[in-house]
């Protein structure tokens, strides 16, 4: 409570040979052009940074994150970041707001709720994001746990 906590993620979506690509995102999977499949495979690696911040007795916590994702396909990498707030709720669940996106994008927001099934140690959390985008607008649900020791 009243402090900082500091964070580091790391990962990789592996992209199957043979199959009409979805590349996996942090905001959801995201078609590959003129539905190409991809001849071998591919891990498309990420991490990101991230800082909390509590206020108030824990009633407000703010997280930020920066980072960076690797698109092996396209040989490329790009930046990501995001802004969120979760605040205190009723029997252990904190509602939650989330915007975030890769440079260079229009960003992706979500809302949700995050429950505590054991406090302070296992979190289950569930939003519903959208993203204006071209071609077509995103939409997703997400359902995640977490971990804290």
């Known amino acids: 409570e009243d402090g900082w906590g500091f964070a580091l993620t790391v990962g990789a979506g592996r992209l199957k040979p043979g199959v009409a690509e979805d590349v996996p995102t942090q905001i959801g999977p995201a078609d590959a052009p003129d539905g190409l499949s991809s ?5 498309n ?3 990101n940074l991230i800082a909390s911040l ?3 007795g824990g ?3 703010f997280h930020g994150n920066a980072g960076m994702a690797r698109d092996t396909r396209e040989d490329f990498s790009q930046r990501t970041w ?3 707030v979760e605040m205190f709720g009723l029997w252990r669940a904190y509602p939650i707001a989330e915007i975030y996106g890769f440079s260079g994008e229009k960003p992706g927001t979500q809302v949700g709720v995050r429950w505590w099934a054991i406090p302070n140690r296992w979190q289950i959390d569930g939003t519903l994001g959208w993203q204006s985008a071209d071609p077509q ?3 997703w649900v997400s359902v995640g746990v977490r971990l804290l020791w």
């Open 137 to 139: 607008n995103r939409r």
């Open 54 to 56: 509590s206020l108030a």
């Open 45 to 47: 690696p990420f991490f």
């Open 39 to 43: 001849s071998q495979s591919r891990v």
């Open 59 to 61: 009633q407000f916590v």
């Open 82 to 84: 995001g802004l969120g």
